[in-house]
C-alpha cells in the first residue's frame, strides 16, 4: 500500500459525504473539501502530516509575503512533490517505509512482536490477537487504510511507560525497556487549529513561515520531514537531531520502534527517537501560560469545557520575550470579524500520565475582538463570573445538604446542569469581548442574567422540597444563594 495513491484519509465532502482518499487525492480536491472526518487525536496527526508535506512542497513560505500568496501554490507543488518522494509512503515492502524503522528485529527469537491493533489508542486490545476485529468482514484496503492512520497518530500521541526492547541494526533500542511520550501527549497539552472554509484554506492558514519558525525557535531550526532525512541507526546523530529538534522533523515524529508484519496482523514495537518537550521545544499548535511565575502548556480537561480556555487561547504573541501566548499560527494578520478555530487534545490521567482518559474537541467562532487586550479581558471577566457563581451554587447545595445532615450533597450533579445551561448562552458571552462596556453592570448584562437563571436552575433541580424539613432546608440554601456575588459587592459585610 503506497499512502500516496492508495485512499486512506476520512474526508468530509460538501454535500455531507465521507470519503477514503490518498494523499495525491486529498490536496487535488482540498478546494473542495469541507473537513476531516476522523477523531481529535486523529485530526492533529493528520494535520501535522498535511502541513508537514506542504511546508517541505513549498519549501517555506519564507515570510508573510510568501504566505500571503501561497495557497495557489499548494496543490501543484505538492503534487510534484508527491510523485517525486512516493517510495517513502510505503506501508509495507523491504524498502523505505513510511514511519517505520529499517532493519528493526525482535529483541527475543521467540517474540512473536504485539498485535497491531496495539498502535490504536481507543481500542484496548488486550490479548485480542485480530486486527480490528469489528471490521472483519471489510477487504483489505479498509484494513490497510485504518492501520496507517493508526500508525500516524501512534506516533504522534504514544504515552510514556514500559515497552518491549528490539534490535534496531544489530543495537538495542534506547530507553531499556522505558519510553516517554510522544510530542502531542504532554501535560495533555491543547492543540488549537485555524479552520477557513475549505480543507486548502485550513492548511494554509496554519502554515508557518521559516521567519515564525527562526523568531519561536531559533536558528537552523527549520528542518526536514523524517522521510527525507531518515535515521539509519542509534549513531546518526544528524539525522536523530532534525527529526527531534526541527519544526519539520517534529511534526511528523518517530516516536516509537515500529515494524509491521506483511499481513498487517502484527508488529515489533520498541522505543523510538528521543523528543524533548516543553520548554526544550514547543509545539506550533499548543497554547503557554503562566503559572505562579513559571511558563506550561496550557492542559486540557474532561471537567472543564475548552470556552473557559479561550481567553489564554486567543493571545497573540507581541514580542520574543513574550513566550505566553496562544498557537504560533495566530501571528498571521487576521482579515476578518470571526475567527472560525478547532481546539482538541488527549487527556492523560493526573495520577497516572500513561494511562489515557479521553478524548475531547471543540469548535468557535471568535469575534475579532478577542484577540485585543480589552476584549479578551472582558471575556475573561464573564468567565469569572460563571466560575465564582458556580462556587456560590455549589456553597448553597451543601447547605441544603448539611442541614438535612446528608453525608453525599449532590454538588457535582448540580455543577453539571449548572455549566451545561450556561454553555447554551456562549454568544452572550462573545458580546462581553465585543462591548467591554457590559462589564461595568455585568450581573444585569445578558451573559450575567443566563448565569445566575443557571445558578438557580442547577439549585432548584438538585434539591428537592417535598416535606417540611426539605422545605426549610431548601430556603436555607436559597438564602445563601441569593448573596450578592463577591466580584459586584460594594461592602464585604452587605448581606449581614
Request: net charge neutral.
Amino acid at each position: 500500500m503506497n499512502l500516496t495513491l492508495d485512499p486512506w484519509i476520512p474526508a468530509l465532502r460538501a454535500d455531507g459525504r465521507c470519503d477514503l482518499l490518498s494523499l495525491h487525492q486529498i490536496f487535488e480536491e482540498a478546494h473542495e473539501l469541507r473537513d476531516l472526518a476522523v477523531k481529535p487525536h486523529e485530526r492533529i496527526a493528520l494535520m501535522r502530516l498535511l502541513l508537514c508535506i506542504t511546508h517541505a512542497a513549498l519549501d517555506g513560505p519564507a515570510n508573510e509575503d510568501d504566505w500571503e500568496t501561497s495557497e495557489p501554490l499548494i496543490q501543484p507543488r505538492v503534487r510534484d512533490y508527491l510523485t517525486k518522494w512516493k517510495p517513502a509512503f510505503e506501508l509495507f515492502g523491504e524498502g523505505q517505509r513510511f514511519l517505520q524503522f529499517s532493519g528493526l528485529r525482535p529483541g527475543k527469537d521467540s517474540d512473536e512482536g504485539n498485535a497491531a491493533t496495539k498502535l490504536d489508542l481507543a481500542l484496548a486490545t488486550g490479548n485480542n490477537s485480530t486486527l480490528f476485529d469489528n471490521l472483519a468482514g471489510e477487504d483489505r484496503i479498509l484494513k490497510s487504510a485504518r492501520l496507517a492512520l493508526n500508525l500516524l497518530t501512534f506516533q504522534c500521541f504514544a504515552p510514556s511507560g514500559r515497552i518491549g526492547v528490539a534490535k534496531w541494526n544489530g543495537a538495542d533500542t534506547a530507553g531499556k525497556g522505558s519510553s516517554n511520550h510522544a510530542p502531542c501527549t504532554p501535560s495533555s497539552m491543547v492543540h488549537t487549529l485555524l479552520i477557513g472554509c475549505s480543507l486548502l484554506s485550513t492548511l494554509r492558514l496554519n502554515l508557518l513561515t521559516r521567519e515564525n519558525v527562526l523568531d519561536f525557535h531559533g536558528a537552523n531550526r527549520w528542518g526536514e520531514p523524517v522521510w527525507q532525512k531518515p535515521v539509519g541507526s542509534p549513531g546518526d546523530k544528524t539525522a536523530s537531531d532534525n527529526a527531534g529538534m526541527s519544526y519539520l522533523g517534529r511534526l511528523v515524529p518517530l516516536s516509537r520502534a515500529v515494524r509491521l508484519a506483511e499481513d498487517g496482523l502484527s508488529t515489533i514495537l520498541a522505543n523510538g527517537l528521543d523528543y524533548p518537550i516543553f520548554p526544550a521545544f514547543r509545539e506550533a499548535t499548543s497554547t503557554v501560560i503562566k503559572r505562579k511565575d513559571e511558563l506550561a502548556l496550557l492542559p486540557a480537561s474532561t471537567t472543564r469545557s475548552f470556552w473557559r480556555q479561550l481567553a489564554a487561547i486567543s493571545v497573540i504573541r507581541r514580542s520574543r520575550t513574550d513566550m505566553a501566548c496562544g498557537p504560533i499560527a495566530l501571528i498571521h494578520p487576521i482579515t476578518s470579524s470571526e475567527v472560525s478555530i478547532w481546539v482538541g487534545a488527549l487527556v492523560m490521567n493526573k495520577k497516572n500520565i500513561a494511562k489515557i482518559e479521553d478524548v475531547v474537541e471543540a469548535t468557535y467562532s471568535l469575534p475579532v475582538d478577542m484577540f485585543t487586550d480589552l476584549g479578551r479581558t472582558s471575556y475573561e471577566k464573564g468567565v469569572a463570573y460563571a466560575e465564582e457563581l458556580e462556587g456560590v451554587m455549589t456553597q448553597a447545595v451543601k447547605t441544603y445538604a448539611s442541614t438535612l445532615r446528608v453525608a453525599s450533597p449532590a454538588s457535582d450533579r448540580a455543577r453539571q446542569r449548572f455549566w451545561t445551561r450556561v454553555e447554551q448562552h456562549l454568544a452572550t458571552l462573545f458580546d462581553l469581548a465585543r462591548n467591554p462596556n457590559l462589564i461595568a453592570d455585568l450581573p444585569n448584562c445578558g451573559w450575567g442574567r443566563a448565569v445566575q437563571a443557571a445558578a438557580y436552575d442547577a439549585y432548584e433541580r438538585s434539591c428537592s422540597r417535598q416535606t417540611p424539613r426539605q422545605i426549610q432546608a431548601y430556603a436555607l440554601g436559597l438564602r445563601r444563594l441569593s448573596l450578592t456575588s463577591k466580584s459586584t459587592q460594594p461592602n464585604p459585610t452587605s448581606h449581614e
